[in-house]
Nanobody, 122 residues
Framework: QVQLVESGGGLGQPGGSLRLSCAAS????????MAWYRQAPGKQRELVAG???????NYAESAKGRFTISRDNAKNTVYLQMNSLKPEDTAVYYC????????????????WGQGTQVTVSS
């Protein structure tokens, strides 16, 4: 009954920007870390950026200086601001979050969004 829904993907131009959003819904008690992953065709899924409950962040080397991850805890939402887009950013982007459900387990459980396609092409 917990769901992550991504939005904001689509077609971007090299050097342009896109902003991805991921909203969690359902019987949520609290959310711990949240992150964005991506998977390009024929490649392994990789971590792009992560953010802790205390707003500590970490980025893949390829994302540093270009992408910014942030969160709005009141909205149960995590964002990925993608600037200076490159063709190699083309991938399916997945939202990830560790969530504790109301009347659920005492530990946080990982959830994944359905993925949103990002295509960077001139």
């Amino acid at each position: 009954q917990v769901q992550l829904v991504e939005s904001g993907g689509g077609l971007g131009q090299p050097g342009g920007s896109l902003r991805l959003s991921c909203a969690a819904s359902g019987s949520i008690f609290s959310i711990n870390a949240m992150a964005w992953y991506r998977q390009a065709p024929g490649k392994q899924r990789e971590l792009v950026a992560g953010i802790s409950n205390g707003d500590n962040t970490n980025y893949a080397e390829s994302a540093k200086g270009r992408f910014t991850i942030s969160r709005d805890n009141a909205k149960n939402t995590v964002y990925l601001q993608m600037n200076s887009l490159k063709p190699e950013d083309t991938a399916v982007y997945y939202c990830n979050a560790y969530i504790k459900e109301v009347r659920g387990m005492l530990y946080y459980t990982p959830y994944w969004g359905q993925g949103t396609q990002v295509t960077v092409s001139s």
